[in-house]
């Protein structure tokens, strides 16, 4: 085995971004004879403040000491119905390009409804670590993805990613992977992109090199046996079932199909029952055969990446992977390149006007374009400068101006960076906007504000003050970073290891590091109108789309530009004065004021009693929507500042959270108050968010499991109001004057409740003066009478009892099924779980 040195430069640039790593991981950089690469990562300094250090053989000999730190921290400033569903944020969802548990990082496709399971599981999964020491962790990552499928085995890579975990030859029992590692504690999954597959696991410590040397065996003799195809194969089609209702991935697939005949983005990633079983069958293929040429020639080790995470000494992993992954076969094959595939999409059937029948209620239009790949920039990252711009919301911003007109709700503008957006072959740039009703009736003017702005953006050029501006919130947001798990990071660095020079492994998706004009000048210049293809999503489209795609039957119609707008972006047309650049972000403090500016989080929840009658509930919504419209473009600069907030309609009251660096958040809380002290609203806007709401609601009963939850909280929780009967009651109608009455009365009998947690004290929240603000805009009282019990759950007769609901869409074939369990007499202090 012969050890890869970690340069200084990777250890100056880790001590300089990240103090949380610095203190607790040490790293170190191995390649293996047969060509796998790995980078060990003990964390046995964790909660113990001792010193660390990122090193190869030679410098842990040293004692040399730096490290790094990575994590994600989601933006979530914006309205939230209870239970983490937003607002108005209705970009379609990315349910992944294949695969088991593909990445959702592409929000151009994103859904924020699904948000409300995923953070449901991620809650899930903090307390059950909550509960239990840090586990260990591995991920691996091949060089290899869905672009490589034969033509005539469409999703065959997909297929394999399930096939190489049933058993190996040192452990056949078909399923013992997974039953060890539930036995354990521990988790794994794995997901098929378009150039590459991972799979990740994580395990109790003690269990750890047990478990790699299980998992590995995958990699090593998988045994993927003949009786297994069968069984596999519908694995994978109950996966795309799943998938097929979703208008994230009927978008992508209607997209590849675009693409120049030849080119891999019109291959069907996914698989299925048809084109893995019965087809094969019916044209002599041995799919068995196939699957095991497939792995011998793409699963080498000289294309692996692998990241294990520990609490064991550096020495220990290096041993341990070097003893177990060693056997993973090197064919000594060239990696499958696709980069000569260049400009897929530079044909006549992607510069045109889509429309498509979704599966949701949504009014939506992307304008995409293909550039030339662009990950070799991302020391640059010439699309996040130009996504940061593009998706602004405050002053002289698309959206600010869209919203104005009550033309738009939401706007995402960028690459998600999943395969599917940014391959060998191309970069997908793409702006995705929210419409209002009377937005989908002036789409065209809609894309001709955007191309205003882009225009305003290729006669300005790349602005210095403003990529700094970036550079120094992505390197404050890396450098406060809470603790991310194990497995999560893992997952990200052995992709990382695919895509960046060792020296960038752990900072490389996050961090600008190099200010070259030219480079974003070039990406900035290819987005011509000419070069645009536009995609209107509307159930409005119904009875105008004749066309129906291969895979998922999205409904769909194809038509040229209209010609005047044509001609118009054709020509040197004006530009909208009222679009501009942002001013410099007040929000975003000075380096010497970091250096004591620590994280904190502010918790607010205003209850009133009035919330009790069941038509509030709407209104209660309907509400708190309006103020987080009218929060949009004042609070934006605080949100892009990493200050987030978060306004959520709970079951009995408003709950304001402010989360983000303790120098400026009081001010952002402030704002939210005084807006919420003066709130008005016109009536344009009253009828813009009632509408979105029915959509909203629409959009959250169609899925079957979050129909499920809502009819069994209706049967448990007394007084519940369903969203069933929100749905119904806000499709009969509701008054201005209604919404204007309930908020003078919620307003009138507001008690309070906080908490103030981090880097704050009681005597600095005092002496701030916030606590006064806080009051003499909102005149809390303390209750005339102690509250009444507000959450009672009803007491099941003890029998089995059944539900059965119909699904809303009737194009959906998937089911839900959902067990409760009602216990009595228990108490969680005295017997916890």
């Known amino acids: 085995m012969g050890n890869v040195k970690i340069s200084v430069l990777l250890r100056i640039r880790i001590w300089e971004v990240s103090a949380f790593i610095a203190k607790n991981f040490s790293f170190r950089y191995i390649k293996l004879q ?44 914006g309205a939230e119905i209870e239970d983490g569903r937003e607002g108005f944020d209705d970009e379609d969802c990315d349910e992944g390009d294949e695969g088991e548990d593909n990445d959702g990082d592409n929000e ?35 060089a290899v993805g869905s672009f490589s499928d034969p033509e005539d085995l469409p999703g065959l890579a997909h297929f394999l990613e399930h096939m190489v975990f049933m058993g190996s030859l040192k452990y056949p029992d078909e399923n013992g992977f997974d039953a060890f590692l539930k036995k354990h504690g521990g988790s794994d999954n794995a997901s098929t992109d378009c150039e590459r597959t ?55 697939m209607l997209f590849g199909s675009l693409a120049r005949p030849g080119h891999p983005m019109k291959k069907f990633f996914w698989g299925n029952a048809d084109t893995l079983k019965h087809e094969p069958k019916m044209n002599n293929i041995d799919t068995y055969t ?42 000594g094959l060239p990696k499958p390149s696709f980069g000569h595939l260049t400009q897929p999409f530079d044909t006549p059937e992607f510069h045109k006007l889509y429309r498509v029948v979704p599966i949701r209620k949504v009014h939506s239009l992307s304008i995409t374009w293909a550039l030339p790949p662009q990950e070799q920039y991302y020391r640059v990252k010439p699309l996040h400068y130009i996504s940061w711009l593009v998706g602004h919301e405050g002053k002289g911003s698309v959206l600010s101006f869209l919203r104005k007109k009550f033309w738009a709700l939401a706007l995402y503008g960028g690459n998600g960076e999943t395969g599917f957006e940014q391959n060998s072959t191309y970069s997908i740039f793409s702006i995705s906007i929210t419409l209002t009703d009377e937005g989908y009736k002036h789409f065209y003017e809609v894309a001709h504000v955007v191309f205003q702005y882009v225009k305003m953006l290729q006669q300005r050029g790349p602005d210095k003050r403003i990529w700094e501006e970036i550079q120094k919130i992505e390197a404050n947001e890396f450098h406060y970073q809470e603790q991310t798990d ?76 209209d010609k005047y707008w044509s001609d118009l972006w054709a020509s040197d047309f004006e530009l909208n004065q009222d679009l501009h650049l942002p001013e410099e972000n007040k929000y975003i403090g000075k380096a010497p004021e970091y250096e004591l500016n620590l994280p904190l ?52 009251g408003l709950i304001i959270r402010v989360k983000g660096f303790n120098h400026k958040l009081p001010l952002l809380f402030q704002l939210i108050i005084d807006y919420l002290s003066d709130f008005s609203f016109t009536p344009a806007v009253f ?20 129909l499920a939850k809502d009819v069994r909280l209706l049967i448990l929780e007394h007084s519940r109001w369903s969203m069933i009967d929100k749905y119904q009651t806000l499709m009969n109608g509701l008054s201005i004057e209604s919404l204007s009455s309930f908020v003078k009365a919620f307003k009138s009998q507001l008690f309070v409740e906080g908490l103030v947690q981090g880097n704050f004290t009681s005597r600095v929240s005092t002496a701030s003066g916030a606590e006064l603000h806080w009051n003499l805009k909102l005149q809390f009282a303390p209750l005339a009478h102690p509250c009444p019990v507000q959450f009672r759950v009803v007491d099941l007769p003890n029998t089995h009892l059944l539900c059965k609901v119909k ?27």
Request: glycine share 4%.
């Open 601 to 652: 989080v502010i918790c607010l929840s205003l209850m009133c009693l009035t919330l009790k009658i069941k038509i509030s509930g709407i209104l209660f919504d309907t509400f708190v929507n309006i103020l987080s419209h009218n929060l949009g473009e004042p609070a934006y600069e605080a949100d892009v500042a990493q200050l987030e907030y978060k306004l959520v309609a709970g079951e009995h």
């Open 290 to 331: 196939r699957l095991r040429d497939f792995w011998q020639r793409h699963y080498s080790a000289h294309y692996m990446t692998l990241v294990v995470q520990s609490k064991e000494t550096l020495d220990t992993l290096e041993k341990w992977v070097t003893e177990i992954f060693s056997e993973i076969p090197n064919n």
């Open 486 to 561: 194990p497995v999560d990071y893992v997952e990200n660095l052995c992709e990382n290891m695919q895509l960046f020079q060792k020296e960038d492994f752990l900072t490389g998706d996050q961090l600008l590091f190099e200010y070259k004009p030219e480079i974003i000048a070039d990406a900035l210049n290819q987005l011509s109108p000419q070069r645009a293809n536009l995609v209107l999503l509307s159930a409005a489209n119904e009875g105008q789309c004749h066309l129906k795609e291969r895979w998922f039957g999205t409904q769909y119609s194809v038509e040229d530009i």
């Open 807 to 833: 699904t809303l869409n009737k194009g959906d074939a998937n089911s839900e099924v959902t067990v409760y369990y009602q216990v009595r007499g228990y108490r969680v202090h005295q017997n916890p779980v």
């Open 198 to 252: 991972v799979f990740q696991f994580d395990v109790q410590r003690k269990y750890f090199k047990e478990a790699l040397d299980r998992w590995a065996q995958f990699f090593i003799h998988p045994l993927m046996i003949r009786d297994a195809i069968d069984r596999e194969v519908e694995a994978v089609d109950s996966e795309y079932q799943l998938a097929r209702p979703s208008d994230a991935n009927r978008k992508e």
């Open 108 to 142: 151009d496709f994103n859904d924020p409804d699904d948000s409300e399971l995923e953070e449901l599981a991620e809650k899930e999964e903090t307390r059950k670590r909550g509960c239990t020491e840090k586990q260990s962790a591995a991920a691996l990552c091949v």
């Open 34 to 77: 047969n060509g796998l690469c790995a980078l060990l990562i003990s964390d046995l300094n964790y909660l113990e403040g001792a010193p660390s250090a990122l090193s190869s053989e030679e410098e842990e000999e040293d004692g040399d000491e730096s490290e790094e730190e990575s994590d994600e921290d989601d933006d979530d400033s």
């Open 687 to 706: 009828e813009m968010i009632t509408e979105q709401l029915k959509k909203t609601y629409f959009n959250i009963l169609i899925k079957p499991e979050t």
